[in-house]
C-alpha cells in the first residue's frame, strides 16, 4: 500500500489520520506474518537424529531436543526394590489390603484412629446408633472390669462411652418435666391464683371463652358505630324520671373521643374543596393563596389536578369554611366572581359563574 497518496482537502483532518492508522496495523500484519514464515522455516528444516530418538535398551524412550534436558531415570528400577524375595509385593498388597478393611470398619463404626483424633484440631464426631453404642460399651466395660481396671464400674474410657446414654435419659426427663410444668402453667392462666374451680362453676376454658365473646361483642358494635358516624361522647347522658340512665344497648363510652363530630353534622368524608375554571387555567399559586386566607393551607393536600380543575382535601379536624368566606377569598385571589355550593363537607366553587 503506498504511502504518497492524496485525497481532497474537503476530507478533514480526521480521514488523514485514519488513514495513517490503518497503515500502521498493515505494517504491523506483514512484520508478525513475516516472523510466522521464519518460525514454519525452522519446523520444516527439523530433522531428529535417528540415533537418538530410537530408545536405548536400558534408557527409556526420551526424545532430546536442542535447549531442553530430559529427566533422568531413576537409579533403581520398581522392580529392583523387590529382589530379595518375589513374594514381597504380595504381602504388601496384602498389608494394604488389610489397613484398607480395617480403617473401612472403624469408619462404619464411627469410631476414628486414637492417633487421628488427637491430632486433629477440631472435635470429632461419633455418629453411632444406641444399639451399636451399647454393644460397644458392653465389651469395654467386661474388658475393664475383667482387667481390674474399672472397680466401681464408672471410671475410664468406658465410663466416657456409658455417660452419654444416661446424660440423653436425665435430659428427656428433664425435658418432660419442664414440658408438662408449663403446660400446667398454661392451663391455669386464666384461672385464680392458688384456688381451684368448685364444682358447678365455668372452668378457665368457659371463662376465656366468655372473655372472647364479649371483646367480640364490643368490637362489633363499636364497628357499626364507626360506620354510621354516630360514635360520640356525652359527659351528661339524659336520666329518666327514676334518676336513673337509659340502657342504649351497649357501654360504648370507653371508645368515645371528645372531638369527635356529633351525629347532627353531615359527615361522608374529609373535607373536600373543589376549584373549578371553565374559561381558564386554575393556577396552584391562586389555590393555595385561597387556601391561606381561609386558615386551611397548612391542613390541605392536593389530591387532583388538572388545567381547569383542582380537588384540595382537607384533614377531617379542620372546621369547613362557609360559603361566604370561601367566595369572598376566591374573588380576592382570582379577581373574578364565582358560585360556591355546598354539600357537606364539599365545596364546589365555579369561577366565572355567579
Request: proline content about 7%; charged content about 35%.
Amino acid at each position: 500500500m503506498s504511502r504518497d497518496l492524496t485525497f481532497p482537502s474537503d476530507f478533514g483532518a480526521d480521514w488523514h489520520d485514519l488513514v495513517r492508522e490503518l497503515e500502521q496495523r498493515v505494517a504491523s500484519a506483514e512484520a508478525a506474518l513475516a516472523e510466522m514464515r521464519a518460525v514454519v522455516a525452522r519446523l520444516a528444516a527439523f530433522e531428529p537424529n535417528p540415533a537418538q530418538a530410537e530408545p536405548q535398551p536400558d534408557a527409556p524412550a526420551v526424545w532430546k531436543f536442542d535447549g531442553y534436558d530430559a529427566p533422568e531415570a531413576p537409579a533403581e528400577a520398581p522392580e529392583e526394590a523387590f529382589a530379595a524375595g518375589e513374594d514381597e509385593p504380595d504381602a504388601v498388597r496384602e498389608e494394604v489390603s488389610r489397613t484398607v478393611a480395617e480403617v473401612r470398619a472403624e469408619l462404619e463404626a464411627g469410631l476414628p484412629d486414637a492417633d487421628a483424633t488427637s491430632e486433629a484440631s477440631w472435635p470429632v464426631l461419633r455418629p453411632f446408633s444406641l444399639t451399636e453404642r451399647e454393644v460397644k460399651t458392653d465389651g469395654l466395660r467386661e474388658e475393664q472390669e475383667a482387667a481390674g481396671e474399672l472397680p466401681d464400674g464408672r471410671d475410664g474410657a468406658a465410663a466416657d462411652a456409658w455417660a452419654p446414654s444416661q446424660d440423653d435419659a436425665a435430659r428427656r426427663d428433664e425435658v418432660a418435666r419442664i414440658v408438662a410444668q408449663m403446660r400446667g402453667e398454661l392451663g391455669s392462666s386464666f384461672a385464680d391464683a392458688g384456688e381451684e374451680p368448685e364444682e358447678g362453676e365455668p372452668g378457665p376454658e368457659a371463662d376465656e371463652d366468655a372473655r372472647r365473646e364479649e371483646v367480640r361483642r364490643a368490637v362489633e358494635a363499636a364497628r357499626a358505630e364507626l360506620a354510621k358516624g354516630m360514635l360520640h361522647h356525652d359527659p351528661e347522658p339524659e336520666t329518666s324520671g327514676d334518676g336513673e340512665a337509659p340502657d342504649n344497648g351497649s357501654d360504648l363510652s370507653r371508645f368515645a373521643f371528645s372531638d369527635w363530630p356529633s351525629a347532627q353534622m353531615e359527615t361522608s368524608g374529609p373535607p373536600v374543596i373543589v376549584i373549578k375554571d371553565q374559561d381558564g387555567r386554575v393556577e396552584l399559586a391562586r389555590v393555595y393563596e385561597t387556601l391561606r386566607r381561609i386558615d386551611c393551607g397548612e391542613n390541605a393536600a392536593l389530591l387532583n389536578y388538572t388545567p381547569h380543575s383542582v380537588t384540595i382535601g382537607l384533614s377531617a379536624r379542620v372546621n369547613v369554611p362557609s360559603r361566604e368566606e370561601m367566595s369572598e377569598a376566591v374573588e380576592q385571589v382570582f379577581g373574578r366572581r364565582c358560585r360556591v355550593q355546598s354539600d357537606g363537607v364539599r365545596l364546589s366553587v365555579d369561577i366565572g359563574r355567579e
